[in-house]
């Protein structure tokens, strides 16, 4: 192969005219024009290359820009016109990255090589002239060929060993080893630190040598030279200096990685373009730190491979060499995973013993390289289906899914997560794999099982298709049943996919695996549950109808919303195939009555299984709930509709009603505790289970209820009618029935009453002296505002019955008031609250008054007012005191506000009561005589006044018609009295 190498001459121009500085003597056609500019002016020409007396040759190597590499050498030839001072020529050529790897990265090499210009031969020598010969200056050619053994040659013997003599012929260096010095300023390169030296062949040698030993990687990216110059912009990591100020110690001790280096380079030819190849390829660095763990890797490897039948003492220590020098936080370049991954592959059938199946070889396999750390190496790579078949066909798809798995799961635990990663990589490859057409149908359901376990921890994308591939089998899920482990939670996804992949398949296996898998992983884990849509909820209901515990246990591991969706279900399955869906009714009530069923309304269920004849101990209970939600909610349409359904169902047997009774009564002072609502569809279920109850519990249970609010006392009515009346002899009974009576009237408010029924209160006869004594005190504040009618008049009669002595007038007094206030008052209530009064030990004068001013206040017009009062006066059961009071205070006010139109409508309608008292008949006489009545009215009056013979009231009358006010005294001072109303 014939490279092309593109170059430039720089040189004096001291044969000019006028000239002596330095330019671009030529440069050859595909010289790029950075590359130009950087060589015209980074020459490197010093006063030490123009001594005379200095006629060495002084090589570099750097980068230019566009990324070749340029090789200068500086020479002098001839002297300058001064004669001082040599002639000097910087030599650059630009070399390629495919002639740098043929030339081993030794550019050097090229000097005791014949090249090619324009034609003709030429050397990279001290003699300028072929190079300026001729009309162009052309790129060099050079014919490819150089032997490992050749350049190996070139650096161990005609460049390393020189120096060693060198070495010992010079005083000051003969105490060095050259070997230690060399790996020395390795290891300085490595901590990233200059090499510098003096100037002169030795340590120009030297220097070579030093660059020459460097991994290629650093070869090409550090620079060197045998001659720095301060005309250059180049940072060279290895120089050789006129006047070094930071020289390298020779005393330095070098580290093993860095002799081998040397060593390599110095001992063996094979060897050595080994090593050349493998750092190249690999981009080895000392300044990245990457010699150690490549020789290490190198070295452990080569090791191991040398030893395929070792036995596994012997093999776990080699292993274990390869692991430590690969980093578990990187992949290294030169790490060949799949090389290690397919010789432990091969180990299968090597290390199987005659007794052993190939699984247990695995098994056996994967302890060994577990142990050693190997699995944190080989299992961090995707291995190709090209590896995967062909160790298929030696061991079997099983054995080998068997070895991905144990080993992958023998990675360890690093600070970074990537090793991690990188395992689950290489198992979701080999899953994969498996799912290409018969592969995974070689494998058994125990080791495919626990793959596909691994695979959920990884949340691989292929857990669904192996399942199905699993599925698919006969007795799958059975089999896979058995490897999966029921508490597990991070398997969930799996048991979830297996059961849906179940149903689809209409597996006989379905129902039990989700008994020993599915109901377990649920347990406790709410976001497993959450992930389970209701569509699928009813598919998997539907799957475990025929069980009915288990379906009880899956809805109530299930979220409210999907746990009724299933509830309804049953729902309709009762309605439709009553005789098989009854179990499964009383599997769910039994769970929801354990408390099992949060947030789900089974009251549907309920109804149905009652209807259907179920226990009412295991409806009940979420007849009562429903009852406490309808009753705090006030839905006036649902509670009628609770309670036209319950009304619909027949009283149930004696078994089990000891039971429901507790229900109740439980239900109920859980209410009273809890500060709820025992209404409407509370107390029909007590008057459901009423038949089957003892007094004393429910009775309790309602006065806990009343007295704590959370039951309305005119709601309640009947059914304490009902306990109050109950007979008993027994003295417990009887006091609770008391206690239950006293709280029911206590909490009951007047403007409930229209609820009350007279079974409530004739029951308070039955009260005790104290009782009765509350009864009266509490409710003679409210008499006047009990309604009209009913059960109201009853139990004031009743309350009068059963109040003390020192109450009964209070009590009058207050129905007095009551019969006033709802406009029934008359004479015979004024004569009640006068002769109340007396009792009561009050003088009557101010409240009759007051009484007589309110009913005739509700009276619309004036004339009826004063037929009220005339009336009232004339009534035999008016005591002579109201009488007095009306004649005073009323009659005659009211009657002097009489229109004349009115007069004889009023007479009329008061009739005789006019002339029943001698001062009702004078007042109405003198108001008549003074008013504008006409006098047909008057005379009317008068002929009856005198038909009666009632001349008083004809005289009043007739002095009040002269208007001859004074007069009056002449009728005398009992007159005078009866005028004025005050005559008794």
């Known amino acids: 192969m014939t490279f092309r190498i593109e170059h430039a001459l720089v040189m004096d121009t001291d044969h000019l005219r006028g000239g002596g500085g330095y330019s671009v003597a030529a440069v050859s056609p595909e010289v790029t024009e950075a590359e130009r500019v950087f060589v015209a002016e980074n020459f490197g020409i010093s006063d030490f290359l ?28 001839g002297t300058r016109r001064n004669g001082v001072q040599s002639r000097l020529f910087v030599h650059t050529l630009f070399l390629e990255e495919d002639l740098l790897d043929r030339l081993v990265y030794l550019p050097w090499l090229l000097i005791d090589r014949p090249l090619t210009m324009g034609g003709n031969e030429i050397f990279l020598n001290t003699d300028p002239e072929p190079l300026l010969h001729g009309g162009s200056f052309t790129a060099l050619e050079w014919e490819g060929e150089i032997a490992a053994s050749d350049a190996f040659e070139q650096l161990a013997k005609n460049r390393y060993e020189p120096l060693l003599r060198r070495f010992r012929e010079n005083e000051e260096l003969a105490a060095f080893d050259p070997e230690k010095v060399v790996a020395s300023a ?34 090409m990216e550090l620079a060197w030279t045998q001659h720095e110059s301060a005309n250059t912009a180049i940072t060279f990591a290895i120089a050789n200096v006129p006047a070094p100020d930071g020289a390298m110690d020779f005393t330095a001790r070098p580290s093993a990685w860095s002799l081998r280096l040397v060593r390599a380079s110095t001992k063996e030819a094979e060897e050595w373009s080994g090593m050349q190849a493998q750092m190249a390829r690999y981009g080895v660095s000392l300044r990245l730190g990457d010699v150690e763990r490549w020789l290490r890797w190198s070295d452990s490897r080569q090791e191991l491979f040398a030893n395929p039948k070792a036995p596994a003492e012997v093999l776990i220590p080699l292993l274990k060499n390869l692991a430590d020098s690969v980093r578990d936080d990187r992949r290294e370049r030169w790490v060949n995973e799949l090389e290690v991954l397919g010789f432990l592959l091969s180990l299968v059938t090597r290390l199987r013993t005659e007794k052993e199946t190939l699984d247990q070889a695995v098994e056996r396999l994967a302890g060994l390289f577990n142990a050693s750390g190997i699995a944190n190496v080989v299992f961090r790579v995707v291995p190709p289906a090209e590896l995967l078949d062909e160790h298929k066909a030696k061991i079997g798809a099983g054995p080998l899914v068997k070895f991905f798995l144990l080993g992958s799961e023998g990675v360890k635990a690093t600070e970074d997560t990537q090793v991690r990663r990188a395992a689950a990589v290489t198992r979701n490859a080999v899953a994969a794999w498996l799912l290409e057409p018969g592969r995974a149908d070689d494998v058994d359901v125990t080791i495919l099982g626990r793959f596909v376990v691994r695979l959920a921890l990884d949340r691989s994308e292929y857990i669904k298709p192996l399942l199905q591939r699993i599925v698919a089998r006969p007795h799958g899920l059975r089999e896979l049943a058995k490897v999966l482990p029921p508490q597990n939670e991070k398997i969930g996804d799996i048991v979830v996919t297996a059961v849906m992949l179940g149903i689809q398949s209409s597996s006989p296996d379905t129902e039990s695996f989700i008994r020993k898998l599915l109901l377990p992983q649920l347990e406790g884990n709410e976001a497993l549950a959450r992930r389970i849509s209701a569509s699928f909820a009813n598919a998997i209901g539907t799957a ?43 599997a769910v009530l039994t769970a929801a009555n354990r408390g099992e069923l949060t947030g789900v309304a089974v009251e549907e269920l309920a ?32 509670v009628q509709e609770f309670v036209h359904r319950l009304s619909r169902l027949s009283q149930q047997p004696s078994r089990g009603n000891a039971d429901a009774l507790r229900q109740v009564v439980s239900a109920l002072r859980q209410r009273a505790a809890q500060g709820g609502r025992a209404g409407v569809c509370t107390r029909e279920l007590v008057r459901f289970t009423r038949p089957w109850s003892d007094t004393g519990s429910i009775a309790d249970a309602l006065l806990t209820a009343i007295a704590g609010g959370g039951a309305k006392a005119s709601e309640w009515s009947d059914v304490v009618a009902d306990l109050v009346q109950a007979p008993s002899s027994n003295a417990y009974l009887a006091s609770v029935a008391g206690r239950l009576l006293l709280t029911y009237w206590h909490h009951l408010g007047a403007s409930e009453f229209g609820g009350v029924t007279p079974p409530l209160v004739d029951a308070l006869t039955a009260l005790d002296s104290d009782g009765r004594e509350q009864m009266v005190s509490h409710w003679l504040p409210l008499l006047r505002t009990l309604p009209e009618g009913g059960s109201a008049e009853r139990f004031i009669d009743t309350l009068t019955s059963i109040a003390p002595d020192h109450l009964g007038a209070e009590i009058e007094v ?34 009759v008054r007051s009484a007589i001013a309110k009913i005739i206040e509700r009276i619309p017009g004036f004339a009826d007012r004063a037929v009220w009062l005339v009336r009232a006066s004339a009534s035999s059961v008016t005591p002579p005191s109201t009488r007095r009071i009306i004649e005073r205070h009323f009659l005659s006010r009211v009657l002097s506000r009489l229109d004349p139109h009115q007069w004889p409508a009023c007479l009329s309608a008061a009739g005789d009561d006019v002339f029943v008292h001698g001062n009702v008949l004078l007042t109405v006489a003198w108001e008549l005589a003074v008013s504008k009545a006409d006098d047909r009215v008057r005379g009317n009056f008068q002929r009856k006044c005198l038909d009666r013979g009632y001349t008083d009231a004809l005289a009043v009358a007739a002095v009040a018609s002269r208007g001859l006010l004074d007069s009056i005294s002449l009728l005398g001072s009992r007159s005078m009295d009866l005028f004025r109303g005050e005559a008794r």
Not at 51 to 76: C, E, H, L
Request: aromatic share 8%; charged share 25%.
């Open 544 to 586: 475990l109808r025929q069980s009915p515990a288990d379906f009880a246990t899956f809805a109530a591991r299930m979220p409210a919303a999907v746990a009724s969706s299933l509830v309804s279900s049953v729902e309709d399955w009762l309605v439709s195939d009553r005789g098989a869906t009854l179990p499964l009714a009383r």
């Open 607 to 638: 109804f149905l299984a009652a209807e259907r004849g179920e226990a009412t101990t295991l409806w009940l209970p979420a007849a009562l709930d429903a009852a406490a939600r309808l009753d705090e909610s006030g839905d006036s349409i649902a």
């Open 814 to 847: 207050a129905r007095s008031w009551r019969e006033i206030d709802h406009d029934a008052a008359g004479a015979e209530t004024l004569a009640r609250l006068d002769m109340a009064l007396r009792v009561w030990g009050k003088p009557p004068e101010q409240p």
């Open 50 to 77: 123009h001594d005379p007396r200095n006629d060495r040759v002084y090589f570099s190597v750097f980068r230019v820009p566009g990324g070749r590499t340029a090789f200068v050498r500086r020479f002098a030839k």
């Open 186 to 219: 390795l290891d300085r390169i490595g901590r990233g630190r200059r090499v510098e030296l003096p100037q002169g062949p030795t340590y120009e040698h030297l220097s070579m040598l030093i660059w020459s030993m460097l991994p290629p990687a650093d070869r």
